[in-house]
C-alpha cells in the first residue's frame, strides 16, 4: 500500500496539480474534449477556467484534436488507475460541472459565429448601399443605371410621402390655372375690348395676333414642355423626351411667327414720310435676347439628348454634365419670357387705355381699372389686362419652383415624388 502510495507520488503532476480528484476531473475533462473534437474536428473551443477547492485550473484548447487526443490517453490510463482513490459523489460533480463548462463554451462560440455572421452580412450591405448611392448622374440628372440593368425606367429613389405627391399635384393644377388664364384673358381682352386679330392691312390687329402668339408659345406652350417631365410619369422616358421636343418645335414656331407678324405690323407706316423703326424699346430688347436663348437651348438640347442617344455609353458623361446647363438656362428662359409679355403688356395698355381723345371719345382709362360696372370685373378692360398680368407673375415663381425641387421615381405603374431640401 506504501508502495502504491509512494508511486502514486512519484508520479509527475499535471499543470502543477497533486490531488487526486483534480486528476480525476483532468481526465474526464480532456474526455470531453476528445469527444467534442471527434464529433466537430474544426470547432474551436475557448479557454475554460474552472476554480474548486480554492485551486484554479486554467486550460487553452488552441491545440489540435490530434494533440487533445494524444494527451486523453496517458490521462485515461490514470483515471483507471486512480479511480479507487476517487469519490464517486465528487467525480460526478466534476463531471456535471466540466459538461456544464463544455455547454457553456459551445454556446458562446455559437453566439460568436452568429454575430460574425452578422456583422458580415451588415458590412455587405453597406458596401452594396454604398455602391449604389454613388453612381454617376445620367443624363437625366439622377444616378445612371449599373450595365447590368436592362430597365432604363427602374426606380432609384424610394417613394416620398403621400404630403409631397399631395403639394406636388396641388401646385400643378394651380400652374396649369395660370398657364390656361393668361391666354384666355388676353383673348377675351383683344376680342371684346380691342378689334381682334388680323395677319395683314390692319396694324392694330396684326400687334393683338403678335401678342397672342408671342404670349402663347413662349409661356403657355414652352410652360407645358417644362412640366412635362413631372406629369406623364406612366411612359418612357423617351416618349417624354420626344413630346418635350415636340413642344419645344411648336413653342418656337409660333414665336417666329409672332416676330414676323411684329416686324412687319412695325413696317406698316401712316404716312410716306415716316421712317418705321424697329427694336427700340425695351420690350423690343428683352425679347430678342430671350429669342436667341430660346433657339440656342433648342439646338443645342435637340443634339445632346436626342441625336446623341445613337451613342449611348460614350455621351454618357457629356450629357450628364450638359443637363444642369440646359435646365437653368430653361428656367431663364421663362423667366425672361415672362419679363417680355410682361413689358409687352405695360405697352399695349400705356397705348391703347390712355383715356378720351379728339379722335376716340370712348377709349378707355387705365386709371379707371378699380370701377366695376354691374358688378362684373370682366366689363373693367384695365381689370381684364391687369390680371392675365398677375397670371404670368404668378407662373414666373411656381414653374421654375416645380421643376427645381420635385424629383420622382419612374415606374410604369405609379409615379413617386421627392422634394428637394
Known sequence: MSSSNNSNNANPTIIGISHQPYRSYLTDRNHFYHSASVANPTAQLSSITTSAGGNSLHYSSSQQPQQQQQNSQPLLQTQLS????????????????????????????????????????????????????????????????????????????????????????????????????????????????????????????????????????????????????????????????????????????????????????QHMVTSTDETPVHFYSLHSWIGLVTCGLFALQFFFGFITFLVLLCCERGTANYRQRFLPVHVTFGMIIFLLATATCLSGLLQTARSRLSGPTSTDLDKPDYKDVFVIRDNNPFTNSGLVLNGCGACLILLAILIPYLVRNFNFNRRYEAASFRVNH
Open 82 to 265: 486512480n479511480k479507487s482513490n476517487t469519490s464517486p459523489t465528487s467525480g460526478t460533480n466534476q463531471l456535471t460541472n466540466s459538461r456544464t463548462s463544455l455547454n457553456s463554451n459551445s454556446s458562446n462560440h455559437h453566439h460568436h459565429h452568429q454575430h460574425q455572421h452578422n456583422r458580415n452580412a451588415m458590412m455587405k450591405t453597406k458596401r452594396s448601399s454604398t455602391t449604389s448611392s454613388t453612381l454617376p448622374i445620367g443624363s437625366d440628372g439622377y444616378p445612371s443605371k449599373t450595365p447590368e440593368s436592362d430597365d432604363e425606367d427602374e426606380p432609384l429613389y424610394p417613394q416620398s410621402s403621400a404630403c409631397s405627391r399631395c403639394i406636388f399635384g396641388f401646385l400643378w393644377c394651380v400652374a396649369q390655372i395660370g398657364l390656361w388664364a393668361s391666354v384666355i384673358m388676353l383673348v377675351y381682352w383683344m376680342l371684346k375690348f380691342d378689334r381682334g386679330f388680323a395677319f395683314q392691312n390692319d396694324k392694330r390687329k396684326m400687334f393683338n395676333l403678335h401678342a397672342f402668339l408671342m404670349l402663347t408659345g413662349f409661356i403657355f406652350v414652352n410652360g407645358q414642355s417644362m412640366l412635362i417631365y413631372k406629369t406623364y410619369m406612366c411612359c418612357k422616358k423617351i416618349y417624354n423626351k420626344i413630346c418635350h421636343a415636340i413642344f419645344f418645335v411648336l413653342s418656337i414656331s409660333l414665336v417666329s411667327f409672332g416676330m414676323l407678324v411684329g416686324i412687319q405690323a
